[in-house]
């Protein structure tokens, strides 16, 4: 049977196939998504910048190393070779400008590229763009951006999540086939659930942090979003490994992750954290979704067994105590001296005041403020120490459960993506978006979010897997069961076949 041509809803190994057989080349791929963005990218707003004649330029580079590779059968083709991929605006990339989503940082070109993103360049892929975020990655929903909320492709009058919605959104919408983002709280995890697509967090110190703008020092991880688990696997293995740039990364083997049929998930143990289905405002559909994807993967031969974290309900506290408190000190070289934009003023300090007076946005002043005064003197043992010990309750909770069950199984998120505008003045609804994902991230567990079923209103609920330190695989493993015996991952946004 004659395959079908190329187009850009293929996934992400359905195209490296097509480049590798020479069915289409690199320029045809990267021309066919700069024309796709050309037309969908106004109403969605995913990019913060897009580089078309890099892009090509690369995509053309790309296609004349594949040609001489054709000529000389011992000329070694980098796995990745001609695909086009976009980047979290918060990952240096060099000769690209990094704002972070921030008015501080407008106009910033970095000297120097992030390891994550150099591995897969060095990989041969090409990149597009840079995607929105929330400032600093600080946010739920990708409207704490400077520069304009990005919308779901799902409905437009609704968020992709945050604070990776860009990039959740360009893969969504099929702009890109895989983007990466970055998870300190749930940033790859929640708007992956919002717009339909699986994502990956890495265990913290699996993949580099080198040429990431800090947030959180101890919670931040470099993760991939694209329409499939099959289709992350590639880039994954790719940027995982250690690195002597960044001090936290683990010295640990990347294994060959291959995905076996779904027999694979055969006798696993998959824990239900009961905590996570007894929180308040949690949407019905949600956890129906859910518990109906738990129950297919038990019809595969997994064995489902209910288990306690019982320390789950503090997490979101000690999350918005550690990460500001990092924040506060991380974001302390922003100051109009040594990078970005300056204030002009008579004084030193008042160079100082005003450039972040003026250019920080409302969010990421008040996670400074807080992170500030809990770190403050008087203050520090009775909030930042005491929160550091519970986060090492949080994490032995994990390991108990980790000695009953192979992976844990949980919502994403309490609902389905909510309306633009809905929860800006009230922090402390946005803050409780993230209260399933926060635990993995304190914890330094992996995390990985998929599709798993739709509302009444048509948008997509999420379920995320969370597994031992380092067994990525294991996640890979159970998600890929369940999409190789589903299709709720090949599901594509309304407005993605408008102009098809």
């Not at 550690?322 to 302390?332: C, Q, Y």
């Not at 002009?344 to 003026?358: K, S």
């Not at 946005?361 to 807080?370: H, N, S, W």
Request: net charge negative; glycine share 8%.
């Amino acid at each position: 049977m004659k395959p079908m041509p190329w187009t850009p809803f293929a996934s992400l190994t359905e195209t490296l196939r097509a480049l590798q057989t020479g069915e289409v080349s690199s320029e045809e791929v990267t021309r066919a998504y700069l024309d796709r963005m050309a037309r969908l990218e106004p109403r969605i707003h995913a990019f913060l910048a897009v580089y078309p004649a890099q892009a090509l330029a690369a995509a053309q580079a790309a296609d004349r190393r594949r040609q001489m590779a054709r000529h000389h059968p011992d000329e070694e083709v980098p796995p990745l070779l001609g695909l086009p991929i976009a980047v979290k605006d918060v990952l240096a990339v060099r000769g690209m400008e990094l704002t972070c989503g921030s008015r501080i940082l407008e106009g910033f070109v970095p000297p120097y590229t992030a390891t994550a993103v150099q591995r897969l360049l060095d990989a041969g892929v090409v990149i597009v763009g840079k995607t929105n975020t929330d400032e600093f990655a600080m946010g739920s929903s990708t409207e704490n951006s400077a520069y304009g909320p990005t919308h779901n492709p799902w409905d437009l009058d609704r968020v992709p999540g945050g604070s990776s919605g860009g990039s959740a959104a360009a893969v969504a919408a099929r702009l890109v086939p895989a983007a990466l983002g970055t998870d300190t709280g749930g940033s790859v995890r929640q708007p992956a659930s919002f717009t339909g697509v699986s994502g990956l967090k890495p265990t913290y110190g699996r993949v580099s942090r080198y040429g990431l703008v800090a947030y959180g020092s101890s919670l931040d991880t470099v993760g991939v979003l694209a329409p499939s688990v099959a289709d992350i696997v590639p880039l994954f293995t790719l940027m995982a490994g250690a690195d002597p740039r960044d001090a936290t990364s683990m010295d640990v083997p990347v294994p060959d992750i291959t995905l076996p049929g779904p027999e694979a998930v055969r006798g696993l143990r998959i824990g239900l954290p009961k905590e996570y289905f007894l929180a308040e405002g949690m949407q019905p559909e949600v956890a129906q979704a859910v518990q109906d994807a738990v129950q297919h993967l038990e019809a595969l031969g997994a064995q489902v067994v209910e288990v306690s974290l019982p320390h789950t309900a503090y997490a979101l506290p000690v999350y918005y105590i550690i990460a500001p408190s990092e924040a506060s000190a991380n974001l302390a070289r922003y100051d109009g001296i040594r990078y970005g934009p300056r204030e002009a003023a008579d004084r030193m300090w008042d160079v100082f005041y005003r450039t972040r007076g003026r250019r920080f946005g409302p969010e990421v002043k008040r996670r400074i403020m807080l992170g500030t005064y809990a770190l403050s003197a008087g203050y520090y043992d009775a909030y930042y120490a005491q929160a550091q010990k519970v986060r090492t309750l949080l994490k032995r909770d994990f390991e108990a459960a980790f000695e009953q069950v192979d992976v844990l199984a949980a919502p994403v998120a309490p609902t389905t993506a909510f309306r633009l505008g809905e929860k800006t003045e009230d922090p402390l609804a946005m803050y409780l978006e993230d209260i399933f994902t926060l635990p993995a991230n304190l914890a330094g567990v992996p995390g990985l979010a998929f599709p798993v079923g739709f509302d009444a209103q048509g948008l997509p609920i999420g379920m995320q897997l969370m597994g031992p330190h380092f067994r990525e695989d294991l996640l890979f493993r159970v998600a890929h069961a369940y999409q190789q015996t589903t299709d709720w991952h090949t599901r594509v946004p309304p407005l993605a076949h408008l102009e098809g």
